[in-house]
């Protein structure tokens, strides 16, 4: 008569266990839900989240700065996409820059700012590592863009990205 040993068993399980855990894949990526208060600028806005204000910097998307071509309608785009809606910040790696701001992906029934405002070319896609789950839609939304000639595109491009003129335009 055959007697097995409970504790191989067990072992077995968890051996086996531990390879299904690291075969699946990864889970989906961790959201909120959040209610709009306000556009900072075209790649910036302001939320509240169970009863607490947080900033949000969009990722992986630069928008025209203060007083550049094209800040206001980068501005007034993010505003008319967002304004009186529940918003879901999709967060990637990395959840809050140096100055504390949430990063996101803010999406709304669907559609994702970040790639709507790079389609609409108010935004320039920049890749900020390690957030760069969506770093090749917002490439094909810039080439959307493009050639469509949306926003800057009709006249080929800004005179300066928005990192450029933030060297050259220090605040004050």
């Known amino acids: 008569m055959s007697h097995r040993n ?40 302001r939320v509240i989240y169970q009863g607490s204000t947080l900033d949000v910097r969009l990722i992986g998307v630069d928008a025209p700065e203060y007083k550049q071509e094209y800040s206001r309608k980068a501005k007034e785009f993010t505003v008319r996409f967002c304004f009186n809606k529940t918003l879901r910040l999709e967060y990637d790696k990395e959840r809050k820059d140096r100055y504390g701001r949430h990063l996101a992906y803010v999406n709304y029934n669907g559609q994702m700012l970040n790639r709507e405002l ?28 493009r050639e469509n000639r949306r926003g800057f595109w009709i006249k080929g491009g800004l005179d300066m990205t928005p990192a450029q003129w933030r060297k050259t335009h220090p605040r004050k």
Do not use: M, W
């Not at 990864?26 to 306000?38: C, K, M, N, P, Q």
């Not at 770093?135 to 959307?144: H, I, N, S, T």
């Open 118 to 145: 790079v389609r609409a070319g108010l935004a320039i896609p920049i890749r900020v590592k390690p957030n760069t789950r969506y770093y090749d839609q917002l490439l094909e939304a810039e080439k959307d863009a």
């Open 6 to 45: 409970p504790l191989t068993l067990h072992r077995l399980f968890g051996i086996f266990l531990l390879a299904l855990l690291c075969a699946a894949p990864a889970s989906a990526a961790e959201t909120i839900s959040v209610r709009f208060l306000g556009a900072l600028d075209g790649d910036s806005l």
